[in-house]
Structures are given as C-alpha cells and as structure tokens.
C-alpha cells in the first residue's frame, strides 16, 4: 500500500520492492508492461502495470510525474534502460 501523502520516491521503492517480490526480474516485468511490444512503457502502460504491480488504482498525474521524472530522452515514454535505472535507484535488481 502506498502512503496517502504519495511522493514519486515512495512509489518506486514500493515497485522495487512489488517486483522482488513477484520473483520476475526487472527485465521481466518491463516485458509484462509494454502492451504494445514496441519497447517502450507508455503513460497508459506504466498507469496499468504500476497500478496491478501495487495492488491499488493510482492517479495518471502521479503516473505522468514518473514518466516525466525518469524520461531521460524527453520522448514521454520509459524504455528498458530508463526502467531499468529507474528500478535500481529505489531498490535492487534482481
């Protein structure tokens, strides 16, 4: 469960955390999100899988302050190595 004063860092180290626990690796994880196969995490993609990672319905704004935070291309999307740096910043990877 996220706390209700949800921040961008208590998010991501509750995913890092969801996906140690899942047993996947992050790669892994990242395949189960791209809906599309096209290698990249879409604002609607990373809202579903975060939301079934966690358990809980999260806010798009808070989902597109992720995106906005990690995307170190500015293409509004996250790809692998943007997740994957994104992962290990708030947890181990597997």
Known sequence: MLPTDWDISAAMTALAAAI???????????????SDDDGRLSGPELL???????????DPMKVSAVITTFDQNEDHRIDLDEWKALIEQHGEEE
């Open 20 to 34: 140690s626990d899942s047993g996947r690796s992050v790669d892994e994880v990242f395949a189960d999100l791209d």
């Open 48 to 58: 579903n899988g975060l939301s079934d990672l966690l358990g809980e319905a999260l």
